[in-house]
């Protein structure tokens, strides 16, 4: 257990809503990361920080935003939500021992109606 | 460019019996590192083996071996026999030392095993 938590675990949404997803962990990893996953797609990377207000973006990363002022929560914020962001959202720590292996938070679904 | 290609959708096994799952990677940065990741229908993500660019031998845990092949750029897990607890989506995955650590995943293989 990496100790990861993220909430809300399930949310509903209007379009063009501000939605705003936590990570919490309890490891005080230094980097952390955010993913969606969409069928025929697996895992693609938002955001990830590899440091307390130091952030970068992934491959996906248009129409959202990240902040972490802590070294325990990473939050992922949608501004203006659309259907397109429907989507089962992941957290994730890197242990950088070895081989810097993710694990992941249990998961948040979000849908944008 | 996908970096990570995973060419079954879908594979069936019997009970007791070895299955590979594929996966083919690109990249040109010669630190890297490869994961199997498994996803039960419960939807949690289970890191199951690491195989790093510079190993000289294939990894193993347990009933998991994963297959490396650096000429050929290939990463296959292995999982020998198999339980009806091992049906789900299996992730190949890779990390890039020297691009920001970044993680890239493939679209994933569904596997079912059959008693």
């Known amino acids: 257990d990496a100790g990861i938590t993220q909430s809300p675990r399930h949310k509903v949404t209007e379009t063009g809503t501000p939605v705003t997803l936590r990570c919490h962990q309890t490891?005080?990893?230094?980097?952390m990361y955010w993913y969606r996953q969409d069928p025929g797609h697996g895992l693609r990377l938002i955001h990830y920080?590899?440091?307390?207000?130091?952030?970068d973006k992934g491959e996906v990363s248009d129409g959202y935003s990240v902040s972490r002022s802590k070294t325990e929560d990473f939050l992922l914020t949608l501004e203006s939500a659309t259907s397109s962001q429907t989507s089962v959202y992941f957290c994730?720590?890197?242990?950088?021992?070895?081989?810097?292996?993710?694990?992941f938070g249990p998961g948040t679904r979000l849908t944008v109606t | 460019a996908q970096k990570i290609t995973q060419t079954q959708p879908g594979m069936f096994v019997q009970e007791k019996e070895a299955v590979t799952l594929d996966c083919t990677y690109d990249?040109?940065?010669?630190?890297?590192?490869l994961f199997w990741y498994k996803q039960p229908s419960s939807g949690e993500m289970i890191f199951l083996i690491y195989?790093?660019?510079?190993?000289?031998q294939n990894a193993t845990e347990g009933r998991y071996s994963l297959n490396f092949q650096k000429a050929r750029k290939s990463a296959n897990l292995v999982i020998s026999a198999s339980q009806l607890g091992d049906s789900a989506m299996y992730f190949c995955?890779?990390?890039?030392?020297?691009?920001?650590?970044?993680?890239?995943f493939g679209t994933g293989t569904s596997l079912t095993v059959i008693p």
């Open positions: 994730a720590i890197s242990r950088r021992t070895g081989s810097y292996e993710q694990y």
């Open positions: 490891e005080n990893h230094r980097y």
């Open positions: 920080s590899y440091g307390v207000k130091d952030t």
């Open positions: 990249t040109s940065d010669p630190s890297y590192g």
């Open positions: 195989q790093g660019s510079y190993d000289q």
């Open positions: 995955a890779m990390i890039l030392r020297n691009t920001g650590n970044q993680f890239y």
